[in-house]
């Protein structure tokens, strides 16, 4: 099976005055579909670099980066929005929504860059508002939300468009233990019933049991690889289908 | 569109505050320097340009009306002899000297014309009539300069020059360039109230007779008439705007103020469009990471820069409006044609699209990896 992201050899190096600091150095790594893949390490171990790399936004200094099957290393400045908006999906650990918009017009704005427009887009923002069951606060502003519930309306922005890999940098940093853990679940769902490669940054051991693989990063080199789930979650793209899965995300609920 | 822009713009409603009021400053600015560079401008040739006159036959080499030399009437005849010439007459436009009952002194522009024909005559008159101007010593003066002359009521006598004038009514905003307001009378009043002999004149205006070429006839007047000069009406008025405009400076500084006015306006704005961008940078680089194109955001800011633009200059019309009719009740003379309020719209979206390119370029030069920064 093709890994939805592939990282080969990637390095990469920032100037610091007159010389150069390795952020990553000869990184391997393969994330499938239907895998939840958590990426530990101190901070200044390269997990923020390295997501960043995976979500197109910076360029590694060496090796070769497939998303999707597209190699994006030779690939211009002006084509990687374009990989970003089919492929991937962000969620942030301070959430960045945008504070003047309802929630459903977050989503929307997703949409509409991949050209989903109008009453469709609506349908489309208020169904994955659904499925993060935030369905009765689809007009509410950031503001007027939880923690909780401002991630679940980043995640829900992070599904339109249907991206196969969805990356997470510290999602539940802003988020008590309790609610943090719910979202993570919530992701481990997302990954797992609806076969998507979700990549997790995070500097909470204690949600490891969420992942199926965890990977240790230390000084820009992955010092380790763990597997904390034997079966392998993935299934077959289409098996599962989004409204099937929905009554198994009731826990969601509660954050 | 979900509307980010229009949102952006009114969340904030304090923002929203000090963005229009900048807007607002920048277009009053820009109505009262170009308005007064305007009024200065217009209120140096009124005269010229109310006489209906097609031609104007000047003594030599006169740089401006005021400065005009006496000359014999009898080119008055040659003029009308001339094929091509349907109505001539005589004018006059010179300084006297108003003596107010008190005894205070004014210094002021006799106009005198001929009340029987249409050229040359007062426009905008409020009281009394031109045919009140008849009687020997009758003059108007304007509502403006009631107080200044010591006119106080209809009737009135001063004296010009020691001749007595009668003030048989009044015209209402002709403004006067010089600090000497314009008192119209008979040209026959006229001769008298500025010395001039009974047989010269200070200006022929020449209305040609219809389907005439006014540079032949100009051609032709130059021909036979000696030491004078033919000026069409626009002629004559553009160089006394010159004059007063440029070779005095006056308009220079006007001018100067105008220019100073746009640039801070373009500062002003700028700096409220370029305030406002900064504060929503992070829902910028946020769109730039989720994929937006770089155009798809630039929309945005343009969105919002030209609804700052068209709010800001409704306002600041409106703003102006007000500080016009002031103006206009006191001594200065702004003037605001909706030509110049429909380029002043304009030149603010121009303002505001300056800004919305200085906060582009900000928003281009965004780095996507700031959304894992906190």
């Known amino acids: 099976m093709e890994a939805a992201i592939q990282v080969r050899g990637v390095g990469k190096r920032y100037a610091e005055g007159t010389s150069t600091v390795a952020a990553l150095d000869n990184v391997d790594l393969d994330v499938y579909r239907g895998e939840v893949l958590l990426m530990m390490g101190p901070s200044g171990s390269g997990k923020t670099t390295l997501l960043s790399i995976m979500g197109c936004i910076l360029r590694s200094t060496s090796g070769s980066v497939r998303i999707a099957g597209t190699e994006i290393t030779g690939l211009s400045e002006q084509s990687l929005p374009g990989i970003r908006l089919r492929h991937v999906g962000f969620v942030f650990q301070a959430f960045n929504l945008f504070p003047t918009l309802t929630a459903e017009e977050n989503v929307e704005v997703a949409l509409e860059l991949k050209g989903i427009r109008g009453a469709h887009a609506r349908r489309i923002a208020r169904d994955l508002l659904d499925q993060v069951h935030l369905a009765d606060r689809c007009r509410a ?68 049991d969420i992942g199926d693989r965890l990977v240790h990063l230390e000084d820009g080199k992955i010092a380790s690889v763990e597997r904390l789930r034997h079966e392998p979650a993935t299934v077959q793209p289409g098996s599962l289908p989004v409204s099937e899965s929905q009554p198994q995300l009731s826990f969601a609920r509660a954050l | 569109m979900p ?58 080499n006169v740089p401006y009306i005021e400065q005009s030399m006496p000359f014999s009437e009898r080119k008055l005849y040659q003029v009308r002899a001339t094929p091509g010439v349907a109505v001539a007459e005589k ?23 001929n009340v029987d024909q249409a050229m040359g005559r007062p426009w905008n008159i409020s009281s009394g009539s031109i045919d009140d101007l008849k009687a020997p010593d009758a003059v108007l003066v304007d509502d403006l300069y ?41 040209f026959k009043n006229a001769q008298n109230f500025v010395n001039l002999r009974e047989d010269q004149t200070v200006f022929i205006l020449v ?112 703003t102006s409006l007000f500080v016009v009719h002031g103006a206009q009740q006191g001594g200065a003379a702004i003037l605001l044609p909706w030509q110049m309020a429909l380029a002043i719209f304009g030149l603010t979206l121009v303002m ?12 281009t030069s965004l780095d996507p990896a700031m959304v894992f920064r906190n």
């Open chain 1, 141 to 208: 502003y950031p503001a007027d939300l939880s923690g909780g519930q401002k991630q679940r309306v980043a995640l829900a922005r992070a599904l339109a468009g249907d991206p196969e890999i969805l990356l997470a940098d510290e999602p539940t940093a802003a988020l008590d233990s309790h609610t943090g853990r719910s979202v993570l679940e919530l992701m481990q769902r997302l990954s797992h019933e609806q076969n998507r490669a979700v990549v997790i940054v995070t500097h909470d051991i204690r949600v490891a």
């Open chain 2, 91 to 113: 004018f006059i436009a010179r300084f006297g000297n108003w003596q107010r009952p008190d005894g205070g002194h004014e210094s002021v522009q006799v106009v005198g014309f």
């Open chain 2, 352 to 363: 505001c699209g300056i800004a919305a390119i200085v906060s582009i370029n900000k928003v």
């Open chain 2, 3 to 60: 509307p980010i822009a229009r949102r952006n713009l009114f969340h904030d409603k304090i923002r929203l505050a000090v963005t229009l009021t900048g807007i607002t400053f920048a277009v009053v600015l820009v109505v009262v320097e170009l308005g007064l560079f305007l009024g200065f401008s217009t209120t140096t040739t009124n005269l010229i340009d109310h006489t209906q006159a097609d031609l104007w036959v000047v003594s030599k």
């Open chain 2, 207 to 318: 209305r040609a007779a219809p389907g005439t070429n006014l540079l032949d006839l100009k051609r032709a007047l130059q021909g036979r008439l000696q030491d004078v000069d033919i000026l069409s009406t626009s002629q004559f008025s553009q160089m006394t705007r010159s004059y007063w405009m440029f070779t005095t400076g006056a308009g220079v500084a006007v001018l100067l103020a105008a220019l100073l006015g746009l640039v801070v306006g373009i500062v002003v704005v700028t700096q409220t469009i370029y305030a406002t961008t900064m504060d929503h940078l992070r829902e910028y680089g946020t769109l730039k990471a989720i994929g937006a194109p770089n155009s798809y955001i630039y929309r945005v800011i343009l969105q919002q820069a030209g609804m700052s633009a068209v709010m800001g200059y409704v306002l600041g019309i409106v």
């Open chain 2, 146 to 186: 009631r107080k200044k002359l010591g006119v106080t009521h209809l009737g009135q006598v001063f004296e010009i020059n020691g001749y007595r004038a009668r003030v048989v009514g009044t015209t209402h905003g002709i403004r006067s360039f010089t600090t000497s307001p314009y008192v119209f009378t008979t």
